[in-house]
């Protein structure tokens, strides 16, 4: 009897080892990704930072620089964040204004339907 649980045992553990994969998993992390390795995003094309979103409510508004939360006056690498507007981020760099737009549209605005 001993000798027949183990064996209901042994095989049911290579049966689950051989099951399909969830599909409604999400797949796992990549990373060479510089967001799932921790290092800024940036447009290759000039050099800034990328602004992949922005969150605008009545009482605070921040957006994502770089994978990073950001709020007006905090400091990204080098540069001042002045103002945060529905579709780009003004910095201040060396005495210079530099305004860099959100990546697609991707502005949040308050309301019921997204419940920021």
């Known amino acids: 009897m001993k000798r027949l649980l183990w064996l209901i045992l042994i095989g049911s553990?290579?049966?689950?080892?051989q099951l399909?994969?969830?599909p409604t998993r999400p797949p796992p992390a990549q990373t060479n990704s510089p967001v799932a390795a921790g290092?800024?995003?940036?447009?290759?094309?000039?050099?800034m930072p990328a602004v992949t979103a922005i969150f605008i409510g009545p009482e605070r508004r921040y957006a994502i620089v770089g994978g990073k939360a950001l709020y007006q006056g905090e400091q990204f690498r080098d540069m001042e964040v002045l103002e945060i507007r529905a579709g780009s981020?003004?910095?201040?760099?060396?005495?210079?204004?530099?305004?860099?737009a959100l990546r697609q549209d991707?502005?949040?605005?308050?309301g019921k339907a997204n419940g920021f």
């Open 13 to 17: 553990a290579a049966v689950q080892a």
């Open 20 to 22: 399909p994969k969830d």
């Open 39 to 47: 290092q800024d995003v940036q447009d290759s094309n000039a050099g």
């Open 89 to 100: 981020v003004l910095f201040r760099h060396n005495d210079n204004d530099i305004e860099v």
């Open 106 to 110: 991707k502005t949040l605005k308050k």
